[in-house]
């Protein structure tokens, strides 16, 4: 079995504050998986990547001085943001779409899985983490469909948190007065959902602030548009990490 490259690390100059993480940047599919028995509709839909995503986090990554690690595979294949035990990992269904290549592995096949996808992006992290001792805080970066189930979202940019909702809830404090964007705490998801996996177990236990950005994904489409949200978010971000360092939050 033959995954390819999984994992991207783009490593930042001199001392990097913080590391950013794309989990879903790729919808890439390993060859020895074929299609996964889905259709080209599907493999490009949002089902399997966050589209535009990689883009704002590669303009964040580049006006911020951040080192980025993102993922290189289709997160049907392996969604490196869910433990191996988790159902969402290597999903059976994922909103409408069947995904036939999941509901036929092997335990063997799993594990293979999880040794060549996750295991690998994991360690990336770490050693992004171990490497740079001036890392003050980790952000990942994700989009999401406008309309879900049938159902419109109304929210732009959602801000979410795992075990530590401090940045999260110091970022909604500082929520520039003249954004364009509809703002949201935990929406469209929360860790409820399952979504804090890399920030718990990565950010967390290191005592990395940390926080998780959603965007929708109708408004990354372009490059243009890609750098525009990316602009917004770095200065946001950097007024957050300078009110937490001063008022001494950290």
Known sequence: MDFGTVVHTDTADGAPMVLLVCEHASNRIPKFLGDMGLTAKARESHIAWDPGALGVAQNM????????VYGGVSRLVYDCNRPPEAAGAMPVRSEEYDIPANAAMTSDERQARTENVYVPFSDALSG??????????????????????????????????????????AMMQTV??????????NEPYSAADGVAHTLDMQAWPNGLANVMIEIRNDLIRTPEQQRAI?????????????GFQVGGAA
């Open 230 to 242: 990316a602009g917004h978010l770095v200065a946001w971000i950097n007024r957050t990490l300078d």
């Open 128 to 169: 992004q983490i171990s490497q740079h001792p001036s890392l003050q805080l980790m952000v990942t970066v994700h989009s999401f469909t406008p309309v879900y189930h049938g159902q419109k979202r109304e929210v732009e940019l959602g801000v979410l948190h795992g075990k530590d909702d401090r940045f999260a809830m």
């Open 176 to 185: 520039p007065a003249d954004s364009p964007y509809v703002t949201l705490l």
């Open 61 to 68: 990554a580049a006006q911020m001085s951040a080192s980025l």
